[in-house]
């Protein structure tokens, strides 16, 4: 019978691999948003610069020219972040749920009955999540940022273009991109830090819930371990404090001198890791031997292992979750030993909507009898 530590852990580290695929998802999403702009905005940028036909390659009253197109890039970014804001408190409100709901079960009923889960409201939370900084802004100022970035990146064509004599037609082509994925244009820039400053608000969202709900719920917990390994990308600084343990609440090392500093999915952009909290026993949180039966006391007792890799955890998972994971194909080649898992794994994964996140949340909680 696995233990209560085990049962969350296992439930933790499978619900952060399903929202490091869901921030990749929105990430898409919010670059279809924006590249719906594309059109109107290029063709802006045409008539704009059809009207300049000053000798020598000079180009005063550019920015005059230009209002059009910055007034179609701010409509544009203005959308994205509208439907931003409301994904995230659509996300924040789910993994406030999730984490309710998976504590609510895993933890014996005759536990819950003597100290209670206490809940947390997702609205503060939101509140908390997009209004703190991450990595030097919040997520209205880093989107105001990917705004002004992508105005100058076109701009700086169009004054390099004009400058050296380019026919209209190409300098489109050096912002819009002349490789049929056009991924060597000018805009190319914006959907690259577009998707990074979705997936780090994800990764965010997520830590601002752990850690609202692991404070709420510090008497239930003895330390906080980061569990950094969810592939082999992970960055240098959070392989080091992979598997280390650190006080609940004022985040103290135990055992080592590594800070936390920021924590799990916040020290750094798109910053994927996460930290799972290991319960006290039985003992520890006062209850005597009378009042709980020995199943119990026995499930409150199990430890987890401090230091777990991401091919261990994996191997360990039944045959569903890792078809979840690794979909169905390449579950089943995993199994057969036919393809090492670096071949065929990559984060990214199928895109999920959170829709989808929660109903794969849902079929594991069945399966794991919560």
């Not at 994925?181 to 830090?193: P, V, Y």
């Not at 985040?251 to 080592?256: A, E, L, N, S, Y």
Request: charged residues 25%.
């Amino acid at each position: 019978m696995p233990s209560v530590n085990q049962i969350i852990r296992d439930e933790l580290l499978a619900h952060a691999i399903g929202l490091d695929q869901y921030g990749s998802g929105l990430a898409h999403r919010m670059i279809l948003l924006l590249n719906r702009a594309d059109t109107e905005l290029l063709a802006a940028v045409a008539q704009a610069l059809a009207s300049i036909d000053l000798p020598g390659g000079r180009i005063d009253g550019l920015e005059e020219l230009l209002a059009p197109v910055q007034r179609i890039n701010t409509a544009a970014y203005r959308k994205v972040l509208d439907t931003l804001m409301a994904e995230m408190r659509h996300l924040l409100a789910y993994e406030v749920e999730f984490q309710s709901t998976l504590f609510g079960r895993a933890i014996p009923g005759e536990v819950l009955a003597r100290v209670p889960l206490t809940t947390i409201d997702a609205e503060q939370v939101y509140a908390n999540a997009v209004n703190e900084a991450f990595q030097g802004a919040n997520l209205q100022r880093w989107m105001a940022g990917a705004e002004r970035n992508r105005l100058k990146a076109i701009k700086s064509a169009i004054s390099t273009g004009r400058v050296h004599g380019e026919a209209i037609h190409n300098i489109i082509s050096e912002i819009r991109g002349a490789t049929p994925n056009q991924t060597d244009g000018k805009l190319e820039g914006s959907r690259r830090g577009l998707a990074s400053i979705v997936r780090t608000a994800s990764a965010h969202a997520g830590a601002e819930v752990r850690a609202a709900f692991y404070q709420a719920n510090v008497r239930l917990i003895v330390a906080e371990q980061w569990v950094a390994v969810l592939d082999n990308r992970t960055s240098s600084m959070c392989r080091l404090r992979d598997g280390k343990r650190y006080t609940p609440g004022d985040h103290q090392p135990i055992g080592h001198n590594v800070p936390w500093l920021r924590g799990p999915g916040k020290l750094h952009c798109y910053c994927r890791p996460h930290s799972e909290p290991i319960l006290k026993s039985f003992s520890m949180l006062g209850l005597s031997l009378g009042e709980i039966g020995p199943r119990v006391r026995e499930s409150m007792d199990g430890d987890v292992p401090a230091n777990i890799t991401y091919l261990a955890w994996l191997a360990d998972q039944s045959a569903a979750r890792q078809d979840e994971i690794l979909g169905p194909t390449r579950g089943r080649l995993y199994r057969e030993g036919r393809m090492p898992l670096e071949e065929m794994y990559s984060s990214r994964g199928d895109y999920l909507t959170l829709d989808q996140l929660r109903a794969r949340d849902a079929a594991a909680f069945r399966r794991a009898g919560l």
